[in-house]
T-cell receptor, first 111, second 112 residues
């Protein structure tokens, strides 16, 4: 079955560490997105990519980095510059039409 | 820049009652989405509204779109406990930009 897979489901980060969240899709979607969700907040866009080897900052890109070397993959790195990274992270992909698909999410906690 | 505002943010309902969630957006959005989220889970797509006057219904939920008023509504009819969840609306900016902008969500609790 086609879908979008995020891993790991839970991730713990120590102060000063970089961590990478994985997002893989086999839907042949061109566009991929990373959103952050905090309690009581909507989803806020971190980065998005509409084609391979190209990506744009979203509304809250500071402290995060991404790459898009393959169409299927859009990993997100949470760097030590992100001072408050504890949140639920959702990856999504879409066609140029309406086909938005969301992953099951990664919950990141600072310990 | 598209902005999306939902209200109310919290909604406590009794089973059997009707209520409406409102979603206002600031600039042209070429389509409007409604999603449901259960605690700790991902988003489940409910409706995509494409044009002015669009109305879609699924079970006890009905969504509508008024592009002139820049308003979408999600109407809940005869609520049941299983509808308890957080509901989000999201707009898409249009043109070649496919990113979604979300409202803050409405936490719906349906009490027996």
């Amino acid at each position: 079955d086609g879908g979008i897979t995020q891993s790991p489901k839970y991730l713990f980060r120590k102060e000063g560490q970089n961590v990478t969240l994985s997002c893989e899709q086999n839907l042949n979607h061109d566009a991929m997105y990373w959103y952050r969700q905090d309690p009581g907040q909507g989803l806020r866009l971190i980065y998005y990519s509409q084609i391979v080897n190209d990506f744009q900052k979203g509304d809250i890109a500071e402290g995060y980095s991404v790459s898009r070397e393959k169409k299927e993959s859009f990993p997100l790195t949470v760097t030590s510059a992100q001072k408050n990274p504890t949140a639920f992270y959702l990856c999504a992909s879409s066609t140029t039409g309406d086909g938005y698909t969301f992953g099951s999410g990664t919950r990141l906690t600072v310990v | 820049e598209l902005k999306v505002e939902q209200n109310p943010l919290f909604l406590s309902m009794q089973e059997g009652k009707n209520y409406t969630i409102y979603c206002n957006y600031s600039t042209t959005s070429d389509r409007l989405y409604w999603y449901r989220q259960d605690p700790g889970k991902s988003l489940e797509s409910l409706f995509v509204l494409l044009s002015n006057g669009a109305v879609k219904q699924e079970g006890r939920l009905m969504a509508s779109l008024d592009t002139k008023a820049r308003l979408s509504t999600l109407h809940i009819t005869a609520a049941v406990h299983d509808l308890s969840a957080t509901y989000f609306c999201a707009g898409r900016g249009g043109g070649s930009n496919y990113k979604l902008t979300f409202g803050k969500g409405t936490l719906l609790t349906v009490n027996p």
